[in-house]
């Protein structure tokens, strides 16, 4: 069962390259997509609407899964969803396997809003408004059950711009434009135009600075988006 959940924002997306979690580190780090747990992921927050939808969703596709799978013992309803309430909204999870069998995946694809793919180097930031289009996935283990959200793409509807991680704090201490003191590398002062640097004249002509193209590309594959 396939669905889009519509203006979704964006949340730690991981769609360019297959990460897994290392527990010695105690989080995702980039991986080889045949590792066992790679995957393509990204969470999402929704609308309450969107939310109560794929709810109803998520249990239609469980009551086709358990009258399709005789000989497992289903529960009446999942024990896991695909998304939680807490205290940023409600936040859903979709993941891509970085390979099912032998068989690697292809990353998601991600276009822009008229439906244009983005290019091979796009990165999706935090924050980003989106459509995100899955697949709902019924699982029954015997101990573990629920529906999953295997993420098929994702359409880009505002681009947030990309959030700089801080480590440190404001202080007391040293601002640029202080006092440089005994500080071996403060800046001295630029000589006079006229002055004589010694030696043969300096053997480069000023450039200009090359100017970078933009790549576009037409879609070609399945549609999954509508025209926004």
């Not at 590792?35 to 927050?45: K, L, N, R, S, T």
């Not at 930031?125 to 996935?137: F, H, I, P, R, W």
């Not at 959030?163 to 434009?177: E, I, L």
Request: with cysteine; charged share 25%.
């Amino acid at each position: 069962m396939q669905h889009i959940v519509m203006n979704a924002t964006a949340r730690y997306p991981r769609l360019n390259r297959t990460y897994k979690f290392d527990s010695s580190e105690m989080k995702s780090v980039p991986c080889d997509p045949m590792d066992d747990g790679a995957a393509y992921e990204m969470q999402f927050v929704m609308s309450e609407d969107e939310a109560q939808m794929l709810r109803q969703l998520c249990m239609s596709a469980w009551t086709e899964a358990k009258a399709k799978d005789t000989k497992k013992n289903w529960p009446d309803a999942p024990a896991n969803l695909p998304y939680k309430r807490t205290d940023d909204g409600i936040i859903g999870k979709a993941k891509l396997k970085g390979a099912y069998g032998t068989e690697k995946t292809q990353p998601p694809r991600q276009v822009d809003a008229k439906k244009n793919p983005m290019p091979d180097d796009f990165m999706l930031t935090t924050g980003s408004k989106v459509n995100v289009a899955v697949t709902l996935v019924p699982y029954n283990t015997g101990s573990v059950n629920g529906v999953s959200l295997r993420l098929r793409a994702v359409q880009v509807l505002e681009l947030a711009e990309m959030q700089q991680s801080d480590p440190f704090s404001v202080a007391d201490g040293y601002t640029v434009g202080g006092t440089a003191g005994n500080d071996p590398f403060a800046a001295a002062s630029p000589a006079p135009a006229n002055a004589d640097l010694g030696g043969d004249d300096l053997p480069f002509l000023a450039q200009k600075s090359p100017t970078l193209g933009r790549r576009g590309a037409s879609l070609g594959e399945e549609e999954v988006f509508s025209g926004q």
